[in-house]
């Protein structure tokens, strides 16, 4: 289970790292509607598994308290307080604010039963975050001002909500990972409320309603089921230490469909990324080696 816990959690990364390409697509559609939309598709991934595991679909939606209060605000409460975040502040600063998620998600792990915080994993994280830096700010100075502290706020608190619901997932281990269509459904329910209080309805044409159904299946959907199976079953502090390949891929990804142009920026942050995340494998090699 550990080795498909780090497959499926790694195929998340990559889902994830697709979404700035795809999103380019439907730029026009406000981002509430689009998360509307899309965690309205994985709400029907729910329902496919449910289907498949014939427990009945009711069954999926008693759940303990807790367990709804984890899921709602892990997966809304991180992408309202983003685009807060996005709002009131830079993009690049909120980004880099936002981005401190897989090191605490590192960090935390070191409270769970039977998880053992290592040197290797601080260095590598650490390795990772400085290449995040480099690739968001494109090797370029950036500062922090007090007017943009709501905005500050908003990115550190999502970073936090995120981190703290893929660690607490771990805990969750005996609650099937299907249980995060129910999730997916509330979530798409409050994003169309955020959506009808504060944006202006875009009806999509062809070429973004097949982007959003991409979007759905993919990084604004099919994504969270995996990462939930990762954070459960896989090396939690490896896959961490790999999210930081999410803002290195799909800058990559964007070069390649000649989106964005490519700096040396890109390849000072594919260094270091890399690098951390060798040091941040250290224990998985040695057992490989063990074997």
């Given amino acids: 289970m550990l080795i498909k816990g780090n497959i499926l959690g790694t195929f998340a990364i990559l889902l994830w790292s697709m979404l700035a390409s795809l999103g380019v697509l439907a730029k026009r559609v406000p981002p509430f509607e689009l998360i509307s939309i899309s965690f309205l598709i994985a709400f029907l991934i729910g329902l496919t598994l449910w289907k498949k595991e014939s427990r009945g679909i009711l069954t999926h939606f008693k759940l303990p308290l807790k367990v709804w209060l984890v899921g709602i605000i892990g997966l809304f409460g991180y992408h309202y307080f983003y685009f807060l975040a996005i709002r009131n502040a ?9 981005y401190l998620w897989p090191l605490f998600i590192v960090l935390f792990s070191a409270f769970l039963p039977n998880e053992k915080l290592k040197w290797f994993h601080i260095v590598g994280i650490l390795f990772g975050l400085a290449g995040v830096i480099f ?18 706020i908003y990115a550190f608190t999502a970073a936090i909500i995120w981190a703290t619901y893929s ?15 129910a999730f997916c459904g509330v979530t798409a329910i409050l994003s169309l409320i955020c959506h009808m209080l ?10 973004e309603t097949t982007t ?11 994504a969270f089921f995996l990462w939930d199976y990762g954070m459960k079953n896989g090396n939690i502090q490896l896959l961490g230490s790999m999210s930081y390949f999410i803002p290195l891929l799909s800058t990559a990804l964007l070069i390649l469909l000649k989106i964005s142009q490519p700096s040396s920026s890109v390849w000072i ?6 690098f951390g995340s060798i040091i941040s494998s250290l224990q998985l090699v040695k057992n490989l080696i063990k074997r």
Avoid: M, Q, W
Avoid at 90 to 98: D, Q, S, V
Avoid at 269 to 274: E, G, I
């Fill in 198 to 207: 504060f944006e202006t309805t875009v009806i999509p044409d062809l070429r």
């Fill in 90 to 98: 830079p993009a690049i600063e909120a980004n880099l604010i936002n």
């Fill in 212 to 222: 959003i159904l991409l979007i759905g299946l993919g990084p604004l959907g099919g």
């Fill in 135 to 152: 690739l968001i700010s494109n090797g370029s100075a950036f500062s922090f001002e007090s007017r943009y502290a709501k905005g500050y």
């Fill in 269 to 274: 942050a594919c260094t270091l990324v890399v």
């Fill in 167 to 181: 660690v607490i997932s771990r805990l969750f281990s005996h609650i099937s990972t299907s249980s995060v269509g």
